[in-house]
């Protein structure tokens, strides 16, 4: 199955009412269409929870470390008995963590001890097939619980780290430690080594003199001769004694000298293994360092960083099947996955090299191949069926613009492509889940091939078919053991409105489970009866919830962790608008902040408003639940609190409205996005009064990179702008990010100098303010700095900075969120 997605997918037009609020979500389990297809457009206004509370917010407050919101619940997860959860929860004024066991049927949850912590279980805990046991690791070491009688048993107890443990289709256990596959005989105990792999290549053991005079030593020399003899003999005896006594283990297995382990998944018999190799390479250059000026000992230490995208070089996989039983090892070559060799940057290289006067031959040649990279999942990139038979594996191209989902053949040793999906732009980081429908020889699996991502199931030798419908995004699978239903999460009802779903991969009908207008998250009970729900509203932070694994269900709330202190607030709750696109038939989502005394259609003195940017390009922020930017939230709410009107935009890039808004900045970053920024501030001055001479914008990392973008390449759109540890130049960012969407540099430069704001730091006619911190690691402080000398050297007089020491990326100390907020308030302050 091959699938091409190109730039011109189909958009549906949304009309755009004019003041419409949310109802409620219309799925049930008797009327699925909801589900399938959205026949309704979405409300152009939605309205989102108010806070009742009546203190103002100061932007003290705003900035303090976060622990006065109440520290909600972490990393929450089952019990293995499905009546419990687990979870941690942030000690007040230390950054330790403690755990919490509590009842579903309580609100009363009770510490774990730290002589306890092994007995709870763990997030990744693996089932047998007949849910009678439990395995799980604790801090290194594998235990194992029967449920029926909660007796725990521990397997390991080494200052080694065990990992990965697996039940086998024969009752027995399997764990890794290192790169060494055991299996455990839970009755007896007895523990066999399944597999040693080796990164090194085979002792050749002794071999026979090829050298003339070598040859003519073992004549001349009795000695030698019987050394040599002795050492032949010994070697024979030795490999059959392994051959002859299974008393021995015989599993080594050599992967070769200068090699890295990327991935390796044991088969469920324990009879195979599927292991994933790349040549070993430094993750940076020896010039790629960050100067850390405030150290303890009052030094200066050189902290090592990545590599840049512009040092980024081709790297290339090797995929190994290892059939233990007969301890043989076989490569599966690419080249049986359809366009392996294709130029599928022909007309990149093409337009690229007309511009130096040169013409480009386009050739053929095999391209390099890996795992795919899911930035969002913790399954495996390898997933082999129930019982072993067949493994499935998810790769992509390096060039980013294939994906590929391939089988193996193991008599012939290779590959079976199943779905190949092509991107001209690139293949998301997202949307990449997986597996096999239980019992069975049948894939499912995300895709993006209809513009959205969707769901798919294929048997191996039959087509697909598509188990959902529709203009939203699928995501977050979990299917049960008995095949009767896939769990997801989706968008359907609202872009920014994410509930639970269930669809029968039998007959492709989806059922509504939850319906509780937010951002909802979830995790099924081991006995697949209930669903761990996270939930959050826009104005609330997450919250765990517990409802019954059905349609329609009711939900119970379970723990009350927000702070009276952060409900007595009087916050501002935005509104979630459609904003029309110039440029697109969809419209740009986005969060208004109203002032209290503001009045829809007023009119005589205009407001001041200030657009925030959202960072990552590839985020959601204009949705109905608790935000990670919850900083910018209360200073928005602050801001409207003194007339502004606020602005936060899902700017084309950014996710949750499918591929074609995800892939619009494909080689051209900045420039959709500062179109939408255009558009945002003409929908402002038309319906919410608001001067187009005094807006101001700011943001943070890629936000930071859109105000550099605005003010340079649109300089009357705003008065100022505060770009926040930005990135300045993308040849300087990382590769997995970058190449996505601009290729490389040595194949695209045109991509980098058309998205890349030092380039346009000649337009900057405004007031800008740049806030870099010193020790990011993510965007580096030298971006700040070239740019600053660009600016320098262009004689710019309206530009000042401000570095931030001892922060790295994200912001820690709220002594430094506090200056930094304070310096974009007062920039707003004294130029809108």
């Known amino acids: 199955m091959i699938f091409n997605i190109s730039s011109s997918k189909t958009l549906v037009a949304i009309a755009v009412a004019s003041s419409v609020f949310l109802a409620g979500c219309q799925a049930t389990a008797s009327s699925s269409s909801a589900v399938q297809a959205t026949s309704n457009a979405p409300a152009a ?60 049927n309580s609100q009363t949850a009770e510490q774990v001890a730290l002589n306890k912590l092994h007995t709870v279980g763990a997030s990744k805990a693996v089932y047998s097939p007949d849910k009678a046991l439990q395995a799980y690791v604790f801090e290194g070491n594998i235990f194992v619980k029967e449920l029926k009688t909660n007796t725990i048993k521990q ?16 009752g027995s256990l399997a764990y890794r430690q290192g790169n060494v596959f055991f299996k455990v005989d839970l009755t007896s105990g007895a523990t066999t080594e399944l597999a040693n792999l080796k990164l090194a290549e085979q002792p050749k053991g002794v071999t026979e003199p090829s050298s003339y005079i070598a040859k003519e030593q073992h004549k001349l020399i009795d000695y030698i001769a019987l050394t040599h003899k002795n050492n032949k003999e010994q070697q024979a005896r030795k490999e059959q004694l392994k051959q002859q006594n299974s008393s021995i283990a015989n599993a080594t297995f050599y992967l070769g000298e200068g090699n890295s382990i990327k991935e390796m998944q044991l088969s469920p018999a324990g009879d195979a293994l599927i292991v994933v190799l790349q040549e070993k390479r430094s993750w940076r250059e020896d010039s790629d360092i960050m100067p850390h000026y405030i150290t303890a000992d009052a030094g200066i230490e050189a902290k090592k960083v990545r590599r840049r995208v512009a040092d980024d070089k081709p790297l290339t996989s090797e995929v190994v099947y290892i059939n233990l ?36 031959q386009s050739k053929k040649a095999p391209r390099a191949i890996n795992l795919i990279t899911d930035w969002g999942w913790d399954q495996s990139p390898i997933v082999w069926n129930h019982d072993g038979s067949n493994v499935a594996i998810m790769l992509e191209a390096w060039d980013n613009k294939d994906r590929w989902i391939a089988t193996v053949d193991f008599n012939s040793h290779t590959l079976v492509s199943q779905h190949r999906l092509h991107d001209d732009a690139w293949i998301a980081y997202a949307f990449n889940d997986f597996g096999w429908l239980n019992n069975s020889n049948t894939l499912y699996y995300l895709s993006e091939e209809s513009g959205y991502s969707q769901l798919y199931k294929k048997p191996l030798n039959g087509k697909a078919t598509a188990l959902t419908r529709g203009n939203f995004e699928v995501s977050d699978l979990t299917l049960t053991s008995d095949n009767s239903a896939i ?4 968008n359907v009802e609202h872009p920014g409105l994410y509930e639970i779903y269930r669809v029968d991969p039998q007959t492709g009908k989806s059922q509504q489970v939850t319906d509780l207008n937010g951002m909802t998250d979830y995790t099924l009970s081991p006995d697949e009866t209930k669903l761990l729900l996270k939930h959050s509203k826009v104005t609330l932070p997450t919250e765990l919830y517990v409802a019954d694994a059905k349609a329609n269900s009711q939900v119970t709330r379970l723990t009350y962790t927000v702070s009276d202190e ?17 440029h697109t038939e969809q419209p740009i989502y986005a969060k208004v902040y109203y002032p209290a005394d503001y009045v829809p259609g007023e ?18 922020n204009s949705h109905m639940g608790w935000s990670g930017y919850f900083r910018e939230f209360m200073f928005h709410s602050l801001l409207a609190d003194e007339g502004y009107i606020v602005m936060d935009m899902d700017y084309r890039a ?23 920024l255009v558009d945002g501030v003409n929908w402002l001055a038309q319906n919410a009064n608001v001067d187009t001479g005094a807006v101001g914008t700011y943001g943070g990392s890629y936000g930071g990179f859109m105000t550099f973008m605005a003010l340079f390449t649109e300089p009357e759109l705003f008065q100022a702008g505060a770009a926040l540890r930005p990135v300045t130049d993308w040849a300087h960012y990382n590769a997995p990010y970058t190449s996505n969407i601009l290729n490389h540099p040595d194949v695209d430069p045109i991509a980098y100098e058309r998205s890349s704001p030092i380039y346009y730091a000649e337009g900057l006619q405004k007031r800008l303010l740049i806030n870099a911190p010193m020790v990011d690691d993510n965007v580096f402080f030298q971006d700040s700095v070239r740019l600053v000398q660009r600016l320098i050297e262009l004689e710019k007089e309206n530009f000042e900075t401000a570095i931030f020491p001892v922060e790295p990326h994200g912001f820690v100390q709220p002594s430094s969120w506090l200056d930094e907020y304070r310096r974009i308030y007062k920039l707003f302050k004294e130029t809108l």
């Open 325 to 360: 039983t007969v301890n043989s090892q076989h490569t599966l070559a690419f080249n049986t996955l359809p366009g392996f060799d294709e130029d599928v940057l022909a007309a990149v290289k093409k337009e690229n090299y007309a511009r130096e006067g040169k013409r480009y």
């Open 566 to 582: 952060f409900l007595a607030k009087k916050l501002t709750a935005p509104k979630i608008v459609a904003v029309p696109s110039s």
């Open 155 to 170: 397997i390991t107890h080494t200052s080694a780290s065990e990992s990965k443990p697996q039940f086998l289709t024969d």
């Open 603 to 620: 009119t005589g003195k205009t407001r001041k408003a200030v657009i925030f940017n959202h960072g990552a390009g590839y985020l959601q």
């Open 487 to 490: 769990y997801y999460k989706a």
């Open 45 to 104: 206004v939605v309205s989102t929870p108010a806070i009742s509370g009546s203190q103002q917010i100061t932007l003290e407050q705003a900035m303090a470390h976060p622990d006065w919101l109440g520290r909600q619940p972490e990393r929450a997860f089952w019990g293995s008995d499905s009546a419990t959860i687990i979870y941690a929860r942030k000690q007040q004024g230390s950054e330790l963590r403690n755990i919490f066991s509590q009842p579903i």
């Open 654 to 676: 950014s996710k949750g409205y499918g591929r074609d808004w995800r892939t619009a900045i494909y080689r051209q970053m900045g420039t959709p996005e500062t179109q939408d």
